[in-house]
């Protein structure tokens, strides 16, 4: 059963010297549990998606469901996690981290305690009293997944969450990510440049095109691979198969051909 | 043993510090003596008209005299007074008005045309209306110092407000906030540092809407006095007047400061 569904989402951008189609089209499903990527060249709308479905602004056109509930109907809590932690540095880390049920008006001795098990779970315990700025950028992150966890949201949308840390940093995160997103199986949508990073942490992976965004091809990551941590992955035998086919299309997108296949992948 | 040189290093370094630091204090008693000591020849040797800058001597004889007879104490008072009323009345309406800008785009710009020229307008001119307004007293005073102070302490307020990082409330709105709560969790704390800021420019504006109401309409006060002086060719009076005012102006700058260190340190 489709957990959440796009069916004909556009989107316009608006400004007084004249609009941009950043979004054309885009018809996806994805279940409980999966766990996709978007990637594609910049500005081809993937952060526009994340944005939408964050429910930070509407779509021009098309329907989305979550749950099969309407998603502007829906008072389900989505995650969304931003490039850097934007963690508030006048807050220590447990406010910055119960920022949401203060919000909800739901703090309760039941959410400290469940916002110091996933501290725990990050590595993080004992940091509840720091301050942001006492922390380094992996550790920042950290605390901005616990932030995102604690909502209990139905949906995890990352947009390149990674891409601002160092390299080493970047691999252990997106081993405890992939852990954490299967331990309490959550459904999660990456958006990232990193070809590598989809491949090791997803099940399926959508590649967009540019002007105007659409998705021109979807690809399976294969079985063996989605099980493995991140870090595994890419040792993996499969992994470089994959990581060339995709990359052969990255590249055959920027000329903008074979536009004729991807009606009927797009239905895979 | 590398302790103690390691010591001697760093002690060398206090010691620079320090005698550094010395030579500046004496160099500043070294100005003020000066200024003192040129000011009492020039007069004695009437090389400046004793009768129009009166000298050290005679306007610390003055003073002294009329804090004895308690009349200098009742004028400073007054115009104490009246300039912190009118500073924390200009800060904190400055500050109510930016968040009612905030609160409506569509208010700040039909509202914009207005700050301009309100901001523009040299605002002691607008002193005989207030007077004719509300009356010559003190209340008319007290919004003298306010009034100089509040059109500016809006536009920069309402400007941090504008220049608070988007993605801080992107986070807040993916939580479920409200645009009430962006303001209290974000907007307001993320632009505490440049309220504070204001508040030092705000201090000395103050003492100059003040002093000129004083001019104006009282009959009392330290900006009275330096009218009256004026008015029966008392010099000493006016310079008498003048240092208070300079004292206390500092003292207040100073306490301003003091505020400001506390306030970084309780808010951030």
Redesign the interface.
Known sequence: MAFLTLDNVSHYYFSTTGYTKALEDISLSIDEGEFVSIIGPSGCGKSTIL?II???MQQTEGHIKLKNEPLADSSL????M?Q?D?L???KTVMDNIL??P???GQITDQTKIHARQLLADVNMAETENDFPSELSGGMRQRIALV?TLI?NPEILLFDEPFSALDYVTKLKLENLVAKLMETYNKTAILVTHDLGEAISMSDRIFLMETAPGRIAKTFEVPEELRNEAPFFVRRHPKYQPIFDKIWKHLNDDMSDENKGVTTDERNN | MKETIDRIFYDNYLKKIRSETRVVTIWQLIIFILFIAIWEIASRFRFIDPLLFSSPTKVSQLIYEKIIDGSMLNHLQYTLFETILGFILGTVLGIIIATILWTSQKFARISDPYLVVLNAMPKVALGPIIIVALGPGFLSIIIMGAIISVIITTLIVYSAFNEV?P??Q????????TRS?CFK??IF??A?PTMISTLKVNVGLSWVGVIVGEFLVSNQGLGYLIIYGFQVFDFSLVMSSLVIIAIFAALMYKGVEKLEDWLIKH??
């Open positions: 944005s964050a429910r930070l809590n989505i995650g969304y931003l850097q934007y508030f540095p006048w920022l949401g203060k919000i909800n932030r909502t | 990082d993605n801080y992107k986070v807040l709105k993916s939580l479920g906030a709560q969790e974000a704390p993320a505490i808010t951030t």
